[in-house]
Every structure is written in structure tokens, then in C-alpha cells.
């Protein structure tokens, strides 16, 4: 703490704590109340005016009631910015919170706490402190320095109220000096007023990312790709070697609860019939991959199809990084590891064997890109259910990047896919939107071309955002292999578009009652349908009851 940091009543902190040294044993015996901050009492902790030629837009909390968010619009530059808001600190306030930080470094970090009992830790802590200072604080700067120790120690640092904006979906600092950019669900890409001005300083709070997830970056392994302890996924750069401007991070947020089919119904990137659809495909075990580019949804779309796997069905995931979420009794997860001290890689590959060894009955695999793809078709082969994803925008790519370099599946294994899902990151009427471009199933080889066959059983038209149905062989497939007739197939169809149709209807987008709701139509779903409520649904999706080749 600087000793000539002038005082809010006049003269500079040395001097200020000299006089307080003589009043020490006075205060010795007092303590700080330190009850809930009270901003009817206590006074706003945080100001916020917007700079010229700036218009507010937007304004809420991030972490009531210490951080709040502004969106503005500045009128010269034609762009949003986004204004985080933490408790004003004038310049005193800002020299004893310094000392503050160094002085309760030792004790946070070498008392061993549960979570519930950190932030206990840390009151009991500053009210030590500030009473060994003799110094009277006001309450509501109490209450600052308790929001700011518990941000740096156990949050984000300055990134902690983006962090807790449930609006953001990516966090991106393209190195220092730079204003840090995120995604914001209403207004997409816009720069922050969050900067790291100091190399060091974003060296070493890339260094602590690295860290808070149990890996290692260093100048000699400058990059790193892990998953922080709260489940978002983060690229890390170190230094200058790979990013000329500095160290830098990409992070990407999910949501504390996974999306169900329901969230994705209401938010237009699929069709209650598709779901339906997906559903019976996946209850009689048929394989599927979700294909896109970057932020398009696969994984989000793949994990919320997985809450139709039957219940007490065995499931297993793979993954580089964690981001499934399954509510699902019997299921085991795995995560690749990267080497430790003198033991070896566990890669895809490796988890994907062993995988097979525990007999899953469904195989999730996070993303196929390298060998482990031609373990994954041989377990299709053998009568494994697969889920996976893959980067790419179209059927054919899908398919081309499967039969070369250096996925290498042979072209006679490929067949044993079903389902290719593939999802576009889009704009409609000037915002972007997620969508399922086209669910296609897949064939065999044609005899005169040897190319692989492959038909359309949904797509989407961007002109009306709607999604339209075509003949479906795999419908016919699932047919014969029950024993059903056309008309008990047709009505299998139907039952869970009302189904899905009821649970929309009263907003269930819950996960956990979701999956409990699915498990009960599976034990009797009769009763479940009875007991959710008969409702008027008419043709849903436009479909009504009529054949899978007439949906529209």
C-alpha cells in the first residue's frame, strides 16, 4: 500500500494510520456488524454515467447487488458497448483494499474450507484485519472490499460479473491493451469497457485459468484447451510465441442447466415433429451425428436428443473436454488426459476401446476428428448406438471428410450411420438464430456411382423459417423391425407429438423433470399422457396424423 495516498479527510495514508495507531487500543475490543448490505440504508454501492454521445439501451444485474451491466449505443461509431459496473472505490478506499489483498492472501489460501464456508472465511478474515488497523470503516465499504476479495480470490478476477451474465455465450480477450469482446444473446458481438492494460497482468491471469482447471501453460506449451471448475470451455495463449498481441483466451459459457428438445422447439432450431422424429430413432437405436460449424449448436442439440435414451439404459461419453450433462442414472462419463509426469497420453482412441470393454448400450463421443472415428463405425457395426458430432456445414462434407485424411472410414462403414443432423448458425431479421438445416438418413452405396446414398427427411426453408418432411425409410425400417403396422407407427408418431406438444404447452424445460416426465412415458405412457393433461392440440406442427411422407 502506498504511504502518500491521500485520505478522503485530508493528509496521506502514513499519516492517517499514525493516528490511528494511537487510537488502536480503543477500538481493539470493537468489531465491524457486519450484517447483508442494505441498499435502502447503505446507499448505492456502484454509479454508472453514460459517456458522450452514448445512449443507454439496456441495464440489469449481474451479481446483485455489487455489479450490474450497461448496454449503450454510441451514435458516432454505430455500435453497442457493453459498461460493467462494480462499487465505486475513491482513493483511499482503493490504497487500504491493496493492503487488504496482500495482507489476507496468506489465510485464504492455505485454510482449507468447503464452499459453503469461503465466504464466512473471508468476513471473519477482513473484520480481523481492518480491527489489527483500527480502522472505522462504513458499512457500505465493507461490503466493497468484501465483493472485490471474494471476485479475486474466488471468482473471475475482472471478469467475474461477465461471468455471471447469463446473457453471454463467449468471453474473448484478444490480448492486452484490447478491449475484451463477448457474444451477448441480444446483441450479439460487442466490445466491453474491461481491458487488460498490463502484460504481466494478463500473463499471469492466463496462467491462473490454467491452473483453476488443474492444467499447466508455460512459454514452452503456450496452449492450452481445458475446462474451468464451473463447466465453461477455455482456449488459452501465453505470451507473444503463438499470439503476437499478447497473451490471450477464448471462453464459452453454458448454461447452468443442459437445453432439453422443449428449450429447442421454443427457440426455433427444431420442429416438435422433428423431435418426435429423433425420438423414436434413438429409442429403437439408431445412430446419429450432429454436423455444423463453430457455435451452431451440435453438442448443445446432441446432448438434449440424449434425454430420450430409454431409462436404466447403459450410457457412455467421451470427451477432450467435459461439456454433456446427462440426467441419467446408469451413465458413465470419460475425459481424455494429457500426459502426467512419466505416464502416457489417454486420448479418444483409448477411451473408445475401453469404452466397448464396459458394454454401453449408447456411446456418446464428444467430437470425431482423428482415428478413434473408425473405432467408433466398427462399434456401429457390432450393434452400438453412437452419438457424436463433427465440424462441417453440409451432408457431403460430413461424408467426405469421414472417407479421407485422417478420419479414413471406409466407405462400406459409413453405412452403418443412420442419421446426419446438420445445424447453421444464422441471421433472421437481424439476429442470429441456431437451426437444423436438414435431418438426412443414410443409405447404402449406389451400385452404378459407388457413391454413398443419402435422402432428406426434414429441411429448412429460410424464406418461411419452417421445416418441411419428406418420405422416410428409416420410419419404414423401425416398421418392420417392431412388428408394427402403418397405423401404429403412425400413431407412435402422434402420441409423442402430443406429448412433447403438452410439455411445451406448460412450459416443462427443466432437465430434471424432462427426463422424469420421458422415463414415465416409457414405463406407461398412457398414464403419463392422462396425467399431464388432454389438451386441444389440433395438427401439430401442421402435421396432424397424416403419413411420415406427407409432414410439412
Not at 457500505?140 to 446473457?167: A, V
Request: glycine share 8%; charged share 30%.
Amino acid at each position: 500500500m502506498s504511504g502518500d495516498a491521500a485520505s478522503p479527510s485530508g493528509g496521506t495514508l502514513g499519516e492517517l494510520r499514525q493516528r490511528l495507531v494511537r487510537t488502536y487500543e480503543m477500538l481493539r475490543g470493537s468489531s465491524i456488524d457486519a450484517r447483508p448490505f442494505r441498499p435502502g440504508e447503505d446507499g448505492p454501492l456502484a454509479t454508472f454515467d453514460s459517456p458522450p454521445a452514448h445512449e443507454e439501451r439496456d441495464r440489469y444485474w449481474v451479481n446483485a447487488p455489487f455489479a450490474f451491466v450497461v448496454i449503450t449505443y454510441d451514435t458516432d461509431e454505430n455500435e453497442h458497448r457493453y459498461n460493467v459496473v462494480e462499487p465505486d472505490l475513491n482513493e483511499f478506499e482503493a490504497a487500504l483494499l491493496d493492503r487488504v489483498r496482500e495482507d489476507i492472501r496468506d489465510p485464504l489460501l492455505h485454510r482449507d474450507t468447503d464452499v459453503a464456508a469461503e465466504q464466512t472465511v473471508l468476513t471473519t478474515e477482513l473484520e480481523s484485519l481492518l480491527e489489527e488497523y483500527g480502522v472505522d470503516v462504513a458499512m457500505s465499504t465493507f461490503h466493497k472490499f468484501h465483493y472485490y476479495l471474494i471476485r479475486d480470490f474466488r471468482g473471475f478476477g475482472r471478469l467475474d460479473p461477465l461471468m455471471h451474465d447469463q446473457h453471454i455465450e463467449d468471453v474473448s480477450c484478444d490480448g492486452y491493451d484490447l478491449p475484451i469482446f463477448v457474444y451477448h444473446d441480444g446483441y450479439t458481438d460487442i466490445g466491453t469497457n474491461v481491458v487488460f492494460e498490463d502484460p504481466d497482468e494478463l500473463d499471469n491471469y492466463v496462467v491462473r485459468l490454467a491452473q483453476q482447471s488443474g492444467r499447466h501453460i508455460s512459454v514452452g506449451d503456450p496452449v492450452v484447451g481445458t475446462t474451468l471448475p464451473d463447466g465453461s470451455r477455455v482456449e488459452l495463449a501465453l505470451g507473444e510465441e503463438v499470439t503476437p498481441r499478447g497473451s490471450a483466451f477464448t471462453i464459452r459459457q453454458y448454461a447452468d442447466d443442459p437445453f432439453t428438445p422443449i428449450d429447442l422447439v421454443e427457440y426455433g432450431t427444431f420442429s416438435i415433429e422433428q423431435m418426435a422424429y429423433l425420438w423414436l430413432a434413438i429409442e429403437n437405436n439408431k445412430s446419429l451425428v450432429f454436423a455444423g460449424g463453430t457455435a451452431s449448436g451440435k453438442t448443445t442439440s446432441m446432448n438434449a436428443v440424449s434425454m430420450f435414451v430409454p431409462p436404466r439404459s447403459k450410457v457412455l461419453s467421451i470427451e477432450d473436454t467435459r461439456e454433456l450433462s446427462l440426467y441419467h442414472d446408469n451413465w458413465l462419463s470419460s475425459v481424455t488426459r494429457e500426459r502426467l509426469h512419466q505416464g502416457a497420453d489417454i486420448d479418444m482412441y483409448d477411451l473408445l476401446r475401453s469404452a466397448l470393454r464396459h458394454r454401453p448400450e449408447y456411446i456418446i463421443v464428444g467430437e470425431v476428428r482423428g482415428e478413434e472415428a473408425v473405432t467408433l463405425f466398427q462399434a456401429m457395426n457390432t450393434g452400438h448406438t453412437t452419438f457424436s458430432t463433427m465440424h462441417a456445414d453440409s451432408i457431403e462434407t460430413v461424408i467426405n471428410r469421414l472417407e479421407n485424411e485422417p478420419i479414413n472410414v471406409p466407405r462400406a462403414m459409413i453405412q452403418s450411420l443412420d442419421l446426419l443432423c446438420v445445424q447453421r448458425l444464422t441471421r433472421l431479421d437481424g439476429e442470429r438464430v441456431r437451426r437444423s438445416a436438414a435431418i438426412s438418413e443414410i443409405g447404402g452405396v449406389d451400385q452404378r456411382t459407388g457413391e454413398l446414398d443419402y435422402s432428406n427427411s426434414f429441411t429448412w426453408d429460410a424464406d418461411t423459417d419452417t421445416f418441411e418432411g419428406y418420405d422416410s425409410s428409416l420410419l419404414d425400417e423401425i416398421q418392420d423391425d417392431r412388428g408394427w403396422s402403418r397405423t401404429r407407427l403412425l400413431e407412435e408418431l402422434r402420441d409423442r407429438r402430443r406429448f412433447l406438444a403438452a410439455l411445451q404447452d406448460r412450459g416443462i424445460t427443466d432437465y430434471r423433470r424432462f427426463t422424469a416426465l420421458i422415463n414415465e412415458y416409457y414405463a406407461d405412457p398412457d398414464r403419463v399422457l392422462e396425467r399431464i393433461g388432454e389438451i386441444d392440440l389440433g395438427d401439430v406442427s401442421g402435421s396432424g396424423d397424416t403419413d411420415a411422407g406427407d409432414r410439412t
